[in-house]
T-cell receptor
């Protein structure tokens, strides 16, 4: 089975802190994604990557950056955390390359609270 | 207009009944459609995918797609209390990486 592992289940940070969320997948998937999930808004795509060192903005990239130095690892960075970034963050991966609608495998999520 | 719309519910059905979950999407050229189930406090997991018009059955689940009406539905037959969850409709436009999710419909199955 595909395993997508997120480093922290719960995280509490202060406003202005730099925050790193880590995600690792073990099935050699090409694509990796970061979503945030808020009540009533569903999942919204922050960034995605279809190859090592490649990244593309999703629908809500403001205030975030990402890094993909190795195929299996995709990091989400909050440069200066703000209270409106309090949310559930979900990492996902999918197998195939450009243009196919493949299923997403999700990590267990990180509930981030910014105080 | 949201790109993927679902009734937020909650939808409440008695055990053994058919639960019907509906979804509409705005991008007419979308080609790939998915239903994810998300239990409270857990991450989404894929339960159905459908790519062509018509019905697709998998056990107690049936996905229905009507591209002309831009409409996707999920039927759950013989609903069980363990089916109580939020069901997320998701759409992947042709040639794109982005999977766009609806806000989800909460389903309660009463024993």
């Amino acid at each position: 089975d595909v395993k997508v592992t997120q480093s922290s289940r719960y995280l509490v940070k202060r406003t202005g802190e730099k925050v790193f969320l880590e995600c690792v997948q073990d099935m050699d998937h090409e694509n990796m994604f970061w979503y945030r999930q808020d009540p009533g808004l569903g999942l919204r795509l922050i960034y995605f990557s279809y190859d090592v060192k490649m990244k593309e903005k999703g629908d809500i990239p403001e205030g975030y950056s990402v890094s993909r130095e190795k195929k299996e690892r995709f990091s989400l960075i909050l440069e200066s955390a703000s209270t409106n970034q309090t949310s559930m963050y979900l990492c996902a991966s999918s197998l195939s390359g450009r243009g196919t609608g493949e299923k997403l495998f999700f990590g267990s999520g990180t509930q981030l609270s910014v105080l | 207009q949201k790109e993927v719309e679902q009734n937020s519910g909650p939808l409440s059905v008695p055990e053994g009944a058919i639960a019907s979950l509906n979804c509409t999407y705005s991008d007419r050229v979308s080609q790939s459609f998915f239903w994810y189930r998300q239990y409270s406090g857990k991450s989404p997991e894929l339960i159905m995918s459908i790519y062509s018009n018509g019905d697709k059955e998998d056990g107690r689940f049936t996905a229905q797609l009507n591209k002309a009406s831009q409409y996707v539905s999920l039927l759950i037959r013989d609903s069980q209390p363990s089916d109580s969850a939020t069901y997320l409709c998701a759409v992947n436009p042709t040639g794109g990486f982005k999977t766009i999710f609806g806000a989800g419909t909460r389903l309660f199955v009463k024993a």
